[in-house]
């Protein structure tokens, strides 16, 4: 294995030499900039050295082109401000010029206005004059209708005479009224000519202000639009000068740094700064240190023996290839287990959180904390014993699963889901003398005569008899073949809603009674071939019941039961109680039954004790 110590030293070295490389470069970089800083304060000594006669013409004939482009960025930049100032005067023209044509227009708006208001009003007039017109002619209409209606009645009425003189009367004062009505139209109508000739002519009026304001608006903005782009090409042109003296500068550099490290060299450093010669020459031994330590390093490597290398190598890339095959099929396999041991007939899972964020058992925890919290602890089972832990508050959900090995035999596994990891609690419990340590394949169990424990997962407590525990360690090792989630006990169980605070799935109904005291009719056990409930215990209770028999035909025939006879399928055994309030919502797809109802608060309470075994119904569950 001599070659794996060679690859790992060869490894070790080349990361030795990256970083070697990586803090030289960055001392040549500082070096260089300490040589630029000295070589520009020592310009003046670099004269006294003929060798450097040709940067020192180069630095003047530098300087004097930043000098020239000095002088025409402040050229730009006092023409801009004369273009500002012009602008800002535009500006002011405008203003003015709009103010006068504003008093101007004022007088004219409101002339215009009143002439509006007088062809309105002599509008209104004449639409008046010729509704009364109309009106006139209309009653004249009427009274002739009238007279003919009355002439022609058979047989005339005693007071025709009368009656006829009468409409006769009114008729005659009907075109008298009409010639006056007539020659007030004549009226109003030259008035309503007079009133619009006076409008537009107000109109024409106005309309030549308005023109002008809008040409001397567009004049002024046009000159405005001129004198902003003249700025922004100045902007531009300012811009470009001052990178053109930034290069300038930066192609002084190279003249520096010979400066710098001739004055470095000759250890001369300038009056007004005599600490760069200080700070050039504590760089330069840095770089030379970091060169003499890539020597050597490279030195190291030269005699590490070739063939050992490779063996390295091919090694390396065997371990790779295999890694390569291996991940994608580690990745394709299941991705969560319930680590339950693969007989499960019954699963009861409670929801810790729920159960403290719902309604129904605080309210029962505070009317009857006695009775509360023994039905409490008849849910968790073996689980109140788990040291360390506060149920209530550091566990997520426990899972109790039942199975019938032998006849007569139930056994119970109990998962525990802490909120963290539960470290802390393993580590109580090794410290706790009355525990003894084992261990299977490995994996750690802590035991004493009336308890079990052991860790199978990040947060998941294994709690229990000692045989049980056993047993769940060996599903979780892969010794014993485990409940996966693609059976179908699981996939019904998944189906129920995770965030309901109880849920409960047997895959053999008629057994379910040795498991918990009695809860459903037996007729609806003995129809199921897989039963699961799920409650949410808030206000009001809500239940959602899954039910799968043998074969469609037969759900069909269940399903209708169900809704002819709720009272009878639907009733918590050896009890007048009914599971639902109202009739329940009913849905079937081949041959699964999914029901959802309210559950009476009485029937809540009931269903909960015979769960948790403390209704004193031993006798009845025995039966």
């Not at 291996?326 to 287990?337: M, N, T």
Request: with cysteine; hydrophobic share 40%.
């Amino acid at each position: 294995m001599s070659f794996i110590r060679t690859g790992l030293r060869e490894i070790g070295l080349k990361i030795r030499r990256q970083r070697t490389r990586m803090a030289l470069r960055h001392e040549k970089r500082s070096l260089q900039k300490s040589e630029i800083n000295l070589g520009r304060e020592g310009t003046s000594q670099a004269a006294n050295f003929p060798e450097l006669r040709n940067e020192i013409v180069a630095l003047k004939k530098l300087e004097q082109e930043q000098r020239e482009v000095a002088l025409r960025i402040a050229q730009i930049e006092e023409g801009i401000k004369k273009i500002e100032a012009d602008r800002q005067e535009n500006t002011r023209a405008q203003n003015e010029a709009l103010a006068k044509f504003e008093v101007e227009k004022k007088p004219l708006l409101q002339r215009k206005n009143e002439a509006k208001n007088s062809a309105d009003l002599c509008q209104r007039e004449l639409t008046g004059v010729e509704g009364r017109i109309q009106a006139n002619d209309a009653a004249d209409r009427e009274l002739l209708k009238k007279l003919s209606e009355l002439q022609a009645m058979q047989p005339p009425p005693a007071d025709i005479e009368t009656q006829s003189a009468s409409i006769s009367a009114r008729r005659a004062r009907l075109p008298e009224e009409r010639a006056e009505l007539v020659r007030a139209r004549l009226g109003s109508a030259d008035a309503c000519r007079m009133a619009k000739e006076k409008l537009a002519a107000a109109d024409a009026e106005l309309s030549v202000v308005e023109k002008n304001i809008e040409r001397t608006r567009a004049e002024f903005e046009a000159r405005d639009r001129a004198f902003a782009e003249s700025i922004r090409t100045q902007q531009e042109a300012v811009k470009e000068a001052r990178a053109h003296h930034q290069t300038v500068e930066e192609r002084k550099n190279p003249a520096y740094l010979n400066i710098g490290r001739h004055l470095a060299s000759q250890g001369i450093a300038p009056p007004n700064a005599p600490h760069l010669l200080t700070e050039v020459q504590r760089h330069r031994a840095a770089v030379d240190r970091h060169l003499q330590h890539t020597a050597e390093l490279a030195l190291l490597s030269s005699k590490i023996d070739k063939q050992e290398l490779r063996k390295f190598y091919f090694s390396v890339v065997s371990v790779l290839a295999l890694l390569a095959l291996i991940l994608p099929l580690v990745f394709q396999s299941p991705a969560k287990r319930e680590w339950l041991p693969q007989e499960t007939e019954a699963i009861l899972s409670i929801n810790t959180d729920q159960f403290e964020r719902s309604d129904f058992p605080k309210r029962w925890r505070k009317e009857q904390t006695d009775a509360w919290q023994n039905i409490w602890n008849g849910l968790l089972g073996s689980a109140v014993r788990t040291p360390g832990l506060n149920l209530s508050r550091d566990t997520a959900r426990i899972t109790r699963a039942v199975t019938a090995s032998e006849p007569g035999a139930v056994r119970e596994f109990i998962l525990v889901e802490a909120r963290d990891d539960v470290s802390r609690v393993i580590r109580l419990v090794a410290q706790d003398s009355t525990f003894d340590r084992r261990a299977i394949s490995g994996l750690a169990i802590w035991q004493r005569p009336d308890l079990a424990v052991a860790r199978i997962g990040p947060t998941t407590l294994a709690v229990g008899a000692a045989s049980e525990v056993d047993e769940l360690v060996r599903v979780r090792l892969g010794i014993q073949s485990d409940l996966k989630i693609s059976g179908q006990l699981f996939d019904r169980f998944q189906a129920l809603d995770r965030e309901s605070a109880l849920r409960l799935i047997s895959r053999d109904p008629p057994d379910l009674s040795r498991i918990f005291h009695p809860i459903f009719a037996r007729e609806l056990l003995d129809s199921s071939q897989l039963l699961g409930l799920a409650l949410t215990l808030q206000n009001p209770v809500k239940a959602r019941l899954l039910l799968r028999v043998n074969a469609p035909e037969k759900a069909g025939e269940l399903e209708r039961k169900l809704r002819n006879e709720p009272q009878r399928w639907l009733q918590l055994q050896d009890s007048d109680l009914l599971l639902y309030a109202q009739p329940p919502e009913i849905s079937r797809q081949g041959a699964n039954i999914e029901l959802h109802f309210v559950v009476p608060e009485n029937s809540a309470r009931l269903l909960l004790q015979r769960i948790a075994k403390t209704d004193g119904g031993a006798a009845v569950a025995a039966r």
